[in-house]
């Protein structure tokens, strides 16, 4: 079964603080994505990846950068997290595939910045 | 831009009624998923529609890809406790890229 596992459930950081997300997949996926999550908003791309060391920018990147050094890994980073950055942040991946495969997400980690 | 606008944003049903959400497409989709969510859960994959008129079931789901391929709908009947959570549709552009729509939040009162 595909496990995406991401570092924290929980976290709380300060105004301007540089926040690590990361997000670990064990089924060898090419496909990695960062999402945020936020009531009546549903899920909005932040960044995605097709390869290592492979980024693309989604829908709402300002803010935010990603590391993909291993196929298995991908950081989100907030580079100066700020309040307007509290959400969920969920991580997904999926195999390369032009039919567009399922998804599978992580438990997500709800970050708080104060 | 390419969107997705999934109705009703939340829906209250007695157990054993049906429900139903909808999304609409400004464009046409390659293909459409379908994601449940449950409560502090992470969105789970359902089935995918890939062909125009296209219909599938699982069990009490019954899942519709409209012949324009522009709209989708997912019914479920009889509605259980279980159900509780919130439905997301998740369309592939001409791009290949994936659109989200909003999501339906589904409350089953027993």
């Known amino acids: 079964d595909v496990k995406v596992t991401q570092s924290s459930r929980y976290l709380v950081k300060r105004t301007g603080e540089k926040v690590f997300l990361e997000c670990v997949q064990d089924m060898d996926h090419e496909n990695m994505f960062w999402y945020r999550q936020d009531p009546g908003l549903g899920l909005r791309l932040i960044y995605f990846?097709?390869?290592?060391?492979?980024?693309e920018k989604g829908d709402i990147p300002e803010g935010y950068s990603v590391s993909r050094e291993k196929k298995e890994r991908f950081s989100l980073i907030l580079e100066s997290a700020s309040t307007n950055q509290t959400s969920m942040y969920l991580c997904a991946s999926s195999p390369r595939d032009r039919s567009n495969q399922p998804q599978h997400f992580g438990d997500g980690t709800r970050l708080s910045i104060l | 831009g390419q969107q997705v606008m999934q109705i009703p944003q939340y829906q209250h049903v007695q157990e054993g009624e049906d429900f139903t959400t909808y999304c609409n497409s400004s464009?046409?989709?390659?293909?459409i998923q379908w994601y449940k969510q449950r409560p502090g859960g992470h969105p789970v994959f359902l089935i995918q529609l890939v062909k125009s008129g296209e219909v599938k079931k699982q069990k009490r789901l019954t899942f519709q890809f409209g012949e324009a391929k522009k709209n989708s709908s997912l019914h479920i009947t009889a509605t259980q406790t279980t159900d509780v959570g919130t439905y997301f549709c998740?369309?592939?552009?001409?791009?290949?890229?994936?659109?989200f729509g909003q999501g339906t939040t589904l409350q089953v009162k027993p």
């Open positions: 998740v369309g592939s552009g001409n791009t290949g890229k994936l659109i």
């Open positions: 464009t046409t989709l390659s293909n």
């Open positions: 990846s097709y390869d290592v060391k492979m980024k």
